[in-house]
């Protein structure tokens, strides 16, 4: 139970660097500045987690190794998912689109289980004093994510009550 907690707990923590990372560096978006989202985010998480230098360079090395794999992954689902609209748009078969379909949830799951082994090798460098700050951040941001959505429920609740009263 408690490894399977601890690497939750760096897959959230990594999940914010390497999700930001991948997601400006191979959708192009960022302009100029991309991947400086993922720098100040891998920044973040080093200076709270107190990282020493090899673990910075460690993780940073584990992050590059994985990069062109993920790019690549993350290259096909777009050419996937951009077939799979256009044979929609086009009328095609049931058994076309199962099978693009398909292909994507594989490309997909092969992505996650990427992204999973990446955090889970970054999440290895931690000392067990990190990991437990790990988890107390994580337990922070859990917590004010639920309260962001009891507020967010609130609201709705509040706006039907006046829609049934008008």
Same mark, same amino acid.
Do not use: C, Y
């Given at each position: #139970?408690?490894?399977?907690?601890?690497?939750?707990?760096?897959?959230?923590?990594?999940?914010?660097?390497? /999700? %930001?990372?991948?997601?400006?560096?191979? %959708?192009?978006?960022?302009?100029?500045?991309?991947? +400086?989202?993922?720098?100040?985010?891998?920044?973040?998480?080093?200076? +709270? $987690?107190?990282?020493? &230098?090899?673990?910075?360079?460690?993780?940073?090395?584990?992050?590059?190794? #994985?990069?062109?794999? #993920?790019?690549?992954?993350?290259?096909? %689902?777009?050419?996937?998912?951009?077939?799979?609209?256009?044979?929609?748009?086009?009328?095609? %078969?049931?058994?076309? /689109?199962?099978? $693009?379909?398909?292909? &994507?949830?594989?490309? +997909?799951?092969?992505?996650?289980?990427?992204?999973?082994?990446?955090?889970?090798?970054?999440?290895? $460098?931690?000392?067990?004093?990190?990991?437990?700050?790990?988890?107390?951040?994580?337990?922070?941001? #859990?917590?004010?994510?639920?309260?962001?959505?009891?507020?967010?429920? &609130?609201?709705?609740?509040?706006?039907?009550?006046? &829609?049934?009263?008008?």
């Amino acid at each position: #139970m408690k490894t399977l907690q601890a690497t939750g707990i760096a897959l959230a923590l990594v999940g914010a660097f390497t /999700i %930001s990372t991948a997601t400006l560096a191979e %959708s192009g978006k960022g302009g100029k500045h991309r991947g +400086h989202h993922a720098e100040h985010t891998f920044k973040r998480m080093a200076k +709270h $987690l107190n990282l020493d &230098q090899s673990q910075r360079e460690q993780a940073r090395a584990i992050h590059e190794e #994985m990069r062109p794999q #993920m790019r690549e992954l993350k290259k096909e %689902s777009r050419e996937v998912r951009k077939a799979l609209g256009e044979a929609v748009r086009n009328g095609a %078969s049931q058994a076309e /689109i199962e099978a $693009l379909a398909a292909q &994507q949830g594989e490309l +997909h799951g092969q992505l996650v289980a990427k992204r999973a082994e990446m955090k889970g090798r970054i999440h290895d $460098l931690l000392t067990d004093e990190q990991k437990q700050q790990l988890e107390e951040h994580r337990q922070k941001r #859990m917590e004010r994510k639920q309260q962001r959505r009891e507020k967010i429920q &609130q609201r709705r609740e509040e706006r039907q009550a006046q &829609q049934e009263e008008a």
